[in-house]
């Protein structure tokens, strides 16, 4: 078994996408493999393996199929499909430096799934990307992300259902550089 962190095993891009269909769902690896059609099944059952070796995601249910057996994933407690703010505090700049373009690697392989679509319509689709520059005090901001987070906990919860799509929302901020003194 290698030596892999819990962030290699959250960011590792088809665990990734797995982790992502498994927020607020319980899925068997042939449903998972109906949502995610381009993961050979050999890679999934291994990528699902792993989660639940990590303890990320967990198998919640058995299910007689045919003679076998099978399992029903789920993420029981989200906090372990995430970085914890402790140990972000213990990351160098390179380690830093390599989770944002694991996260931005991620984000390049949605957009491309998209895109590879035979008909895409950026516009009705709502599809959007921008960036701009805002200014804030602390207080703020502070009060600018408290307002942000109540707005995604209202949809956190949300599940897949007739007339939902699933939709990617990244969040990226990066304040300027501190005047040094």
Do not use: C, W
Not at 73 to 95: G, Q, R, T
Request: zero cysteines; glycine letters at 2%.
């Amino acid at each position: 078994m290698t030596n892999e962190t819990a962030v290699d095993v959250i960011l590792h891009p088809v665990r990734m996408r797995i982790i992502q269909y498994l927020i607020n769902q319980k899925l068997t690896a042939q449903q998972l493999k109906e949502l995610l059609p381009d993961i050979p099944q050999a890679s999934m059952y291994r990528n699902l393996k792993k989660l639940v070796e990590s303890g990320v995601i967990h198998i919640v249910d058995e299910i007689p199929n045919r003679g076998t057996v099978e399992k029903v994933y789920s993420i029981h407690n989200p906090s372990k499909a995430s970085i914890s703010p402790e140990d972000l505090k213990k990351f160098s700049k390179e380690d830093h430096m390599s989770l944002f373009i694991k996260f931005m690697a991620n984000l390049m392989g949605e957009y491309e799934r998209y895109l590879e679509q035979e008909s895409i319509d950026l516009v009705a689709d709502g599809v959007s990307f921008r960036q701009t520059s805002l200014f804030f005090s602390e207080e703020e901001y502070a009060d600018f992300i408290n307002e942000l987070s109540s707005i995604y906990l209202k949809v956190l919860k949300n599940e897949p259902k007739e007339g939902r799509r699933r939709r990617t929302v990244a969040t990226i901020m990066i304040p300027e550089k501190k005047n040094e003194q």
